[in-house]
């Protein structure tokens, strides 16, 4: 299949939906039978995932009041958003920056239509029903064009989604055609050397969310997810595990989180 014929997922709650498995690892509500019991299921391997989905939601912030703070981006792309919880992207930005702008990106119908009702009213958002598989899709629909100037700045966010795909190079690529010298990409990205228990419980895990809406495309090494970064250059502390990105309290080095987080810089 092309990447300009990937299509939208239908409306279906019997197929668990990976943003709505996150959603219930972060102890919220908007989720479904099916995806709690894929969750559990997710949960009875690796029962560690609640503390990644937590600390992979706390990198995101410390990223984004990076981005919005000290680095002075004002428009974000968010893609595979999933569903709002606590410390969005447009709250953590707007709190540093009223006016900043924030596009979320999902493929998940049912997703973007419980995105679009919490959201309702926000100032300077939009939810964009797209697959990242279709990076052209997203930087050129509409509704992101209204809201993110090309010319200017912009943070490209890929959090805990590129390792379901296979064509991750591809897809950031795009992004960094789209994105201003000065632009940033921050991203998490599952790694094997990050998993407790190694390969059997990847494995395991990978069995239940190839049964998802977002079947897992692979876990890449250190050195290929360093490759996504081609054309930026790395903020401080560099590529590390999730934990360890510019934490909030002293995180344990030899703490194994699933996760690698990076941020970088989009070079002239």
Same mark, same amino acid.
């Given at each position: 299949?092309?990447?300009?014929?990937?299509?939208?997922?239908?409306?279906?709650?019997?197929?668990? +939906?990976?943003?709505?498995?996150?959603?219930?690892?972060?102890?919220?509500?908007?989720?479904?039978?099916?995806?709690?019991?894929?969750?559990?299921?997710?949960?009875?391997?690796?029962?560690?995932?609640?503390?990644?989905?937590?600390?992979?939601?706390?990198? =995101?912030?410390?990223?984004?009041?990076?981005?919005?703070?000290?680095?002075?981006?004002?428009?974000?792309?968010?893609?595979?958003?999933?569903?709002?919880?606590?410390?969005?992207?447009?709250?953590?930005?707007?709190?540093?920056?009223?006016?900043?702008?924030?596009?979320?990106?999902?493929?998940?119908?049912?997703?973007?239509?419980?995105?679009?009702?919490?959201?309702?009213? &926000?100032?300077?958002?939009?939810?964009?029903?797209?697959?990242?598989?279709?990076?052209? +899709?997203?930087?050129?629909?509409?509704?992101?064009?209204?809201?993110?100037?090309?010319?200017?700045p912009v943070a490209a966010l890929f959090i805990s989604v590129l390792h379901f795909t296979s064509d991750a190079s591809r897809?950031? &690529?795009?992004?960094?055609?789209?994105?201003?010298?000065?632009?940033?990409?921050?991203?998490?990205?599952?790694?094997?050397?990050?998993?407790?228990?190694?390969?059997?419980?990847?494995?395991?895990?990978?069995?239940?969310?190839?049964?998802?809406? +977002?079947?897992?495309?692979?876990?890449? &090494?250190?050195?290929?997810?360093?490759? =996504?970064?081609?054309?930026?250059?790395?903020?401080?502390?560099?590529?590390?595990?999730?934990?360890?990105?510019?934490?909030?309290?002293?995180?344990?080095?030899?703490?194994?989180?699933?996760?690698?987080?990076?941020?970088?810089?989009? &070079?002239?």
């Open positions: 299949m092309t990447a300009e014929a990937w299509p939208l997922r239908a409306h279906d709650v019997s197929t668990p +939906s990976t943003a709505r498995m996150y959603d219930y690892y972060l102890g919220g509500k908007d989720n479904y039978a099916s995806d709690r019991e894929a969750a559990e299921q997710v949960l009875a391997s690796a029962p560690e995932i609640r503390r990644v989905a937590t600390e992979n939601r706390a990198f =995101l912030g410390r990223a984004v009041q990076f981005l919005a703070g000290p680095a002075g981006i004002r428009q974000f792309i968010d893609v595979g958003a999933g569903l709002p919880t606590r410390g969005n992207v447009h709250e953590v930005a707007q709190q540093a920056c009223p006016e900043a702008r924030i596009a979320y990106v999902d493929h998940d119908r049912v997703v973007c239509a419980h995105a679009r009702a919490l959201l309702s009213g &926000t100032a300077n958002v939009q939810v964009i029903e797209a697959d990242m598989h279709d990076p052209r +899709s997203i930087l050129n629909h509409q509704g992101l064009r209204t809201l993110i100037d090309p010319d200017q897809i950031v &690529t795009e992004f960094r055609r789209f994105m201003a010298p000065g632009s940033y990409l921050a991203l998490s990205h599952g790694v094997p050397e990050e998993v407790p228990g190694g390969s059997q419980s990847a494995a395991k895990v990978k069995e239940v969310y190839d049964r998802s809406t +977002s079947p897992t495309g692979s876990f890449r &090494t250190r050195e290929e997810i360093l490759g =996504l970064f081609e054309g930026f250059d790395l903020a401080e502390p560099g590529l590390v595990p999730v934990p360890a990105w510019r934490p909030d309290h002293p995180a344990d080095p030899d703490e194994r989180v699933w996760l690698l987080a990076g941020v970088g810089r989009r &070079t002239a």
